[in-house]
């Protein structure tokens, strides 16, 4: 693409930049754009629960998640045989998370997402400890290990970009909820950057009036303290101030499940629901919801191009959106296109699929190549933590290689460790990955 044709196109961006600021204005309540969040201890399926027990629950559960439109939901307490179901009665929800043991097993912080509204950019786990990174690692004085399942989050339809963050501290170690909490923020930080948008769903087991509320609500006078979505509200709060109930009455002065948020997330409604079915509760907590915006959304373009390659195209795209990219080898599409006012992902994604390419998001980083490599290797990851999770015993490393090709060293190494161990990789860190 000459210099000048670039040159205008970047000029004709820009100028579309500004007039999207211009004219941009924040949701009312129940209006489209506007996401509903829902963080839900479901209560751990416990047999001893009799008529409470997770059977006569489930379809309660699944219905209340349904009934109030969530498009995401972090949940607490939950069980992987206790996710299957829920995958089951919600099938327009994926999720993402790990069990909070060594093996990686348990009860999990999952996040819950509708497909069709939210694209899962990056999610991760860390432990809630002195060291985060170590699987199934108890911090201070808690009495179990306590996670934090965090995911970037892409909204489908208002373009905009978010970090999800849902935990549940430990019922029992008062400093490992003041940790806890300090940890949380240290992470939303690094992971999210200083200024991004960000909301944290959890069961705190801590009330309002509590250390750890307040660590996270001030920041300790530090930049990125988050605010509680009951208060950021525009419209008043729904429905009632406690969300525990021990699956007999709703307990006053207990509300310990909270939806946070850091700017630019404005809130628009907030809610404690307390739904019951026949007299009784889906949960021994209530699940509280919250309807948010997230920032401005996103950048709008102007182009009108004729047998451009697509790599320039995608240059141009990802500069509006503030990203740097790279490029698989041999993408020699060209294509031709009139947009105006568009959301640049949207014509991203468009120029993609014409010419069978797929991208990959590593922070401000874009990564193009064809789709049928990006689902090669995302069908070798999701093999891998299949394995992961059906062998408890086993122990998952990786080992970036810098003198060899670890699509070449895999299939060698796998045949090392068979038949108990397996191998994978990933081409685009050149990383290989070993379960044994």
């Not at 948008?197 to 309002?208: E, M, R």
């Not at 401000?364 to 394995?387: D, G, K, M, P």
Request: proline share 5%.
């Amino acid at each position: 693409m000459e210099p000048i044709r670039r040159g205008l196109i970047s000029a004709l961006v820009l100028a579309s930049l500004g007039v999207a600021a211009a004219g941009s204005t924040a949701p009312a309540p129940g209006d489209g754009e506007a996401l509903r969040v829902m963080t839900f201890n479901i209560r751990f399926d416990n047999p001893a629960d009799g008529e409470d027990g997770w059977a006569n629950r489930r379809a309660k559960v699944a219905s209340m998640i349904r009934f109030h439109g969530a498009d995401v939901v972090g949940l607490q307490e939950a069980l992987r045989n206790q996710i299957a179901d829920l995958e089951a009665a919600l099938p327009q929800f994926g999720w993402f998370g790990t069990g909070r043991s060594a093996q990686r097993d348990g009860e999990h912080c999952a996040v819950l997402y509708r497909r069709d509204r939210l694209e899962v950019l990056a999610e991760s786990t860390f432990w809630l400890s002195e060291t985060p990174e170590v699987a199934g690692s108890q911090g201070w004085d808690a009495a179990l290990p306590r996670i934090v399942t965090w995911g970037k989050l892409r909204d489908r339809r208002a373009g905009a970009v978010f970090h999800l963050f849902n935990t549940h501290l430990d019922h029992r170690g008062e400093a490992a909820r003041r940790e806890s909490a300090r940890l949380l923020l240290r992470k939303v930080a690094e992971i999210a950057g200083p200024d991004g948008p960000v909301v944290v769903t959890g069961d705190f087991n801590a009330t309002p009036d509590s250390e750890p509320y307040r660590i996270l609500t001030t920041g300790e006078g530090a930049r990125g303290a988050l605010v509680d979505a009951m208060h950021a509200s525009s419209c008043p709060h729904h429905g009632p101030t406690s969300s525990w109930n021990g699956f007999k009455a709703i307990e006053p002065g207990r509300r310990i499940d909270f939806i946070l948020v850091r700017p630019p997330v404005a809130v628009l409604q907030h809610g404690i629901l307390s739904d019951t079915f026949d007299g009784r509760f889906p949960s021994d907590h209530l699940p509280v919801m919250a309807e948010v915006t997230v920032g401005e959304g996103e950048a709008r373009v102007s182009l009108d191009l004729k047998d451009a390659p697509v790599v320039d195209i995608v240059r141009v795209l990802a500069e509006a959106g503030g990203f740097q990219v790279v490029f698989d080898p041999g993408l020699t599409c060209r294509l031709t296109m009139k947009v105006n006012e568009a959301r640049w992902r949207s014509v991203l994604d468009t120029a993609l699929s014409a010419c069978g390419l797929g991208r990959e998001e590593e922070g401000n980083v874009l990564r193009v190549a064809t789709i049928s490599r990006l689902e090669a290797e995302a069908t070798a990851r999701h093999r891998l933590e299949e394995e992961r999770r059906s062998t408890p015993a086993g122990r998952l490393e990786s080992f970036r290689l810098s003198y060899a090709r670890a699509q070449e060293m895999a299939p060698l190494l796998e045949r090392i460790l068979a038949p108990s161990g397996r191998v994978t990789y990933d081409s685009r860190t050149n990383t290989l990955i070993v379960l044994y």
